[in-house]
């Protein structure tokens, strides 16, 4: 009985271990960026961590400290003269703006290239790829009633350009009465299509657009192949970016975002189902990591590129006390807003 029950709370907690790992490996690679540049750039890296909190374990190799803490939700990559003065002449703040830029930049680009990599592995199972264009209706069809036709290859949808499955996924989410327009080519013309209606269906308050119809399969070779890896990349990309544009418009509120406790649950379901699921989320959260990252933001990699780039405009630095305080102030906003959506998801996984 004791190992049945044992077996019973390991079953329920491997999947959320798997999450958590996923985590670990996105900011080991994203600090990983900034520590290779670093070095590059003959700039001093005091300490590597992953995690924040108390020390679970730690090593000097040469001048640089490697540590695991407590929460893993986290990391760092500190570089002598980062936030303060140094007179090191390796110290972060002594290097020239570019040098800065580059390393700044690097942890995102590594990010990036992850999920590059990730949406590759995932292709390979592939037989054929997806396109976009109608290859024939389902039983219960709406959208065939309303303009669409077969052969239609969907370029646009509400005004947004459709390069791919997942373009044509995001575009069909959040659309409440199942009504949009859309730009297809038909017998190699441009053809405006108006109030093309489908059926929709509701989860999480969001609504979907189900979408009634197949689409024509693509040959795989190697050329389809990376073209297939680079638009997919490419659409997480824009998935992230029209995202961001949707929160900020109102177009979604603060129940449509996902913190830490959210995504390792999502990714908890998904692992329990089938391993290889978890890449495509993998993808997406490294690609929205480095986006993400990039934003202007006080705090984050993109607030201190705003400030070096104001540095390269001026041809003088702003004074680092202030600098200091404005990423202070925003790291505080953006930990607030972290506390409120895992208080968010925490909710919601209790009431279910």
Known sequence: MITISILNIWNNVWPYIIAVLVFVVLIIIHE?????????CGVRVNEFAVGFGPKLFKKKFGETVYAVNLVPLGGYCAM??????????RAFCNKGPLKRLFIVVNGAVFNL???LIIVAITLIPSEKFSSTTVAKFTDTAVSSQHGL?????ILSVDGRKIFSTYDLSYAFTGVED?????????????????NVKFQTEKENDISYVKVDFYVLGVEKTPLTFITQTFNTAIANCRVVWFSLIDLITGKYGLSAMSGPVGITAAIGSVAKENLFNILPIMALITINLGIFN?????????????????????????????????????????????????AKDIISLIVG
């Open 80 to 89: 002598e003269g980062e936030d303060e003065s140094s007179t090191d002449e």
């Open 149 to 153: 036709e077969v052969g239609d290859e």
């Open 113 to 115: 290239i992850l999920g």
């Open 178 to 194: 199942g009504t949009v327009d859309m730009t297809v080519k038909r017998d190699g013309q441009k053809v405006e299509l108006q």
């Open 294 to 342: 990039l934003l202007p933001l006080p705090a984050l990699d993109g607030g201190r590129i705003l400030f070096i780039l104001i540095e390269l405009i001026t041809r003088k630095p702003v004074p680092q006390k202030y600098e200091g305080l404005v990423h202070t102030v925003g790291l505080v906003l953006l930990l607030g807003l972290m506390l409120l959506i895992t």
């Open 32 to 40: 990983f960026g900034h520590f290779i540049a670093a070095k590059i």
